[in-house]
Nanobody
């Protein structure tokens, strides 16, 4: 059974940083692309970043230069380093594993950017 558990969310002031983690189990993590989406209040879920099994990354335009996705295959974990956070980054952040024809999601971790 595939499980994804996010952590690292919380309350941060504008301009601050957070690092989200997503620990996975039940899969051969290194074989799959993984990534992050987010859903802000009253908004649709949107892509944040992805990283392929080979380490290639892709970011939504609004996150480029501020967010960094990385993976540690030895720990079966994907990370999202978020810098220079803005109030509009407030959202629930979800990690996922891409099985090509379906995605499996974590439960989400809340990020609130507010002074």
């Amino acid at each position: 059974q595939v499980q994804l558990v996010e952590s690292g969310g919380g309350l941060v002031q504008p301009g601050g940083s957070l690092r989200l983690s997503c620990a996975t189990s039940g899969i051969i993590f290194s074989l799959y692309a993984v990534g992050w989406y987010r859903q802000g209040p009253g908004k649709q879920r949107e892509l944040v970043a992805t990283i392929t099994s080979g380490g290639n990354t892709n970011y939504a335009d609004s996150m480029k230069g501020r967010f960094t996705i990385s993976r540690d295959n030895a720990k079966n974990t994907v990370y999202l380093q978020m810098n220079n956070l803005k109030p509009e980054d407030t959202a629930v952040y979800y990690c996922y594993v891409d099985f090509t024809f379906r995605k499996v999601w974590g439960q989400g971790t809340q990020v609130i950017v507010s002074s």
